[in-house]
């Protein structure tokens, strides 16, 4: 290496360690302010004891979590025992049967509206005040009400879009309609490319990915109103428009030549490889709608703006292209005692997701945190263009599923890919679940 090559790289090097000190100060400053939230929530507490949080996130995920739970620990004097599991749902619904709930749970809205109408969480209403409405945007604030009353909180705010790889992408630039994603799709098809990664398995969550991508086919085709319906029960399983969108889905997603590996191989590969395809060198798939989780599954290799960036999902009505849906589990409290609400009020304060966002794991709820915050250029985009942009948030059976019903269309997804002819009994079996 020659002595400019050495300098060049000295250079790279020293820029790495001091952009990354310079993210560990950040973090540091964020997490001092956080601990100082702790202290002002829990003023009057007396410290000692423990709070114990059942989560869905696990290994580095969950890590990333217990981080922001030992500032409130530390500032407290009140131990947060943190456990994450895919199992959460089976493992909640046991310990309150038992009579031994956690403290708080990380679960999904529609389980938590259920126990929320049996009466079986806190009401936090009072511990909040108006700090909520200060907090959070309209959709979050009613989808964590029940009766009137607040019953949980969001850490994490998902939305969905299109992932893409520029450098290997050969369709139609940010579009808003979707059928030029269609036609793009079935002109790549003739041609011997299959353009689409989606990934199936994920155990005895199988099929998840697909429900959501019928979820947002629905949505920007129908409109949050009749998007509500379906997902509150009031627009049947069966209804031609819920048939639609998995049609819709079969047709240009789940086609033999549109999709990497084939229908059998998307079913068979793991969503924790399966999308990996779009930055591989050559890459196998050029596009994949789902959430804002995507980059963080394929890992370092993708690198933001040079092989893995976004854009909105298009539309078939374009009235409806500004309205998205999001992923994220509700954060809700079991036993009603100071230390349990305090620690809500923490996970739901600015500064401790303000400490969240700044360890780049993914978007927090917060629409008070500041996309700068975020060490991920991508975060970053995705903060700026969803959480304090134009856009509508939507509910629908993404979120407000019950467990059975929520289980049985997902592997309602498995079932239909294996054999599309036999949709009407498959949604039929879907509805069964909710009677």
């Known amino acids: 290496m020659n002595k400019l090559a050495a300098m060049a790289a000295l250079g790279v090097a020293l820029s790495a360690v001091s952009s990354a000190a310079a993210l560990a100060q950040d973090a540091n400053q964020y997490r001092d302010a956080a601990v100082a939230e702790a202290k002002r929530i829990a003023e009057g507490i007396e410290p000692g004891g ?8 696990s290994g580095a995920e969950g890590q990333t979590l217990q981080d922001v739970y030992a500032a409130f620990s530390e500032a407290t004097g009140i131990e947060v025992r943190y456990t994450g599991t895919q199992d959460i749902t089976a493992i909640v619904q046991s310990r309150i049967q038992a009579g031994n709930p956690p403290n708080v749970a990380d679960i999904q809205l529609g389980e938590a509206i259920d126990l929320a109408e049996n009466g079986q969480l806190v009401d936090l209403t009072a511990a909040f005040g108006d700090e909520l409405t200060a907090n959070f945007g309209e959709m979050l604030l009613e989808t964590a009400s029940y009766d009137g009353k607040v019953f949980g909180v969001y850490q994490g705010m998902n939305p969905f879009m299109v992932w893409y790889n520029p450098k290997s992408y050969t369709g139609p630039e940010a579009p808003q309609d979707w ?55 009031e627009l049947p399983w069966t209804s031609e428009e819920v ?29 924790s490889t399966g999308y990996t395809g779009l930055v591989t060198d050559p890459a196998t798939c050029q596009i994949s709608l789902w959430g804002a989780w995507v980059p963080g599954l394929i890992g370092e290799t993708a690198v933001p703006g040079d092989n893995i960036d976004f854009f909105r999902v298009p539309a078939s009505d374009p009235a409806f292209y500004g309205n998205e849906l999001f992923q994220s589990a509700i954060s809700v409290g079991f036993t009603d005692d100071a230390a349990t609400k305090a620690f809500l009020q923490y996970i739901a304060s600015t500064p401790a997701q303000t400490y969240l966002a700044s360890l780049n794991r993914w978007p927090v709820a917060n629409q008070n945190v500041s996309a700068d915050v975020y060490p991920s250029p991508l975060l970053q985009k995705i903060a700026s263009e969803y959480l304090s942009g134009d856009v509508q948030f939507a509910a629908g059976p993404n979120v407000l599923n019950g467990a059975a019903t929520g289980s049985a269309y997902y592997k309602a997804i498995v079932s239909y890919m294996q054999n599309p002819g036999d949709l009407d009994n498959i949604l039929a079996g879907i509805e069964a679940t909710t009677e």
């Open 50 to 57: 423990y709070v114990e949080v059942i989560g869905q996130n």
């Open 179 to 233: 059928q030029a994603i269609v036609d793009w799709t079935n002109e790549q098809a003739k041609a011997g490319n299959a353009v689409w990664c989606a990934a199936q398995n994920a155990g005895a969550g199988s099929g998840f990915p697909g429900a959501q991508i019928v979820d947002n086919i629905f949505l920007k085709k129908y409109g949050p109103e009749l998007y509500a319906q379906w997902g509150s029960g």
């Open 243 to 271: 048939k639609w969108a998995f049609e819709e889905f079969g047709r240009v997603v789940m086609q033999d030549s549109h999709v990497q590996g084939g229908v059998i191989g998307a079913l068979s590969t793991p969503i």
